[in-house]
Nanobody, 121 residues
Framework: QVQLVESGGGLVQPGGSLKLSCAAS????????MAWYRQTAGKQRELVAR???????IYADSVKGRFTISRDGTKNTVYLQMNSLKPEDTAVYYC???????????????WGQGTQVTVSS
């Protein structure tokens, strides 16, 4: 089994900052890409940021320059530093991690439980 535990969400004022974390644990042979998605009611889940094992990153245009994704291989953890938060950033944020559980298996995506981020005055 693979578990992804998210933390760091909360309520902040516009212009504020939050740092989300997502720690992967369980049967993990290798971890591939790690990413953050977000979803609001009535909308499709959208990619916020993604990072590869080599450190290459991509960001949604809406967060580029404000958010930074990073990873700690020792801790099997991915982070999302969110600065200059806007009300439109309000959403449930989900981490997504590609995991191979054995030498023989391909990588499969796993999802965190989601953490609420609310940006409001």
């Amino acid at each position: 089994q693979v578990q992804l535990v998210e933390s760091g969400g909360g309520l902040v004022q516009p212009g504020g900052s939050l740092k989300l974390s997502c720690a992967a644990s369980g049967s993990i042979f290798i971890i591939g890409d790690m990413a953050w998605y977000r979803q609001t009611a009535g909308k499709q889940r959208e990619l916020v940021a993604r990072i590869t094992n080599s450190g290459s990153t991509i960001y949604a245009d809406s967060v580029k320059g404000r958010f930074t994704i990073s990873r700690d291989g020792t801790k099997n953890t991915v982070y999302l530093q969110m600065n200059s938060l806007k009300p439109e950033d309000t959403a449930v944020y989900y981490c997504n991690v590609a995991v191979a559980q054995t030498f023989w298996s391909s990588r499969t995506p796993y999802w965190g439980q989601g953490t609420q981020v609310t940006v409001s005055s």
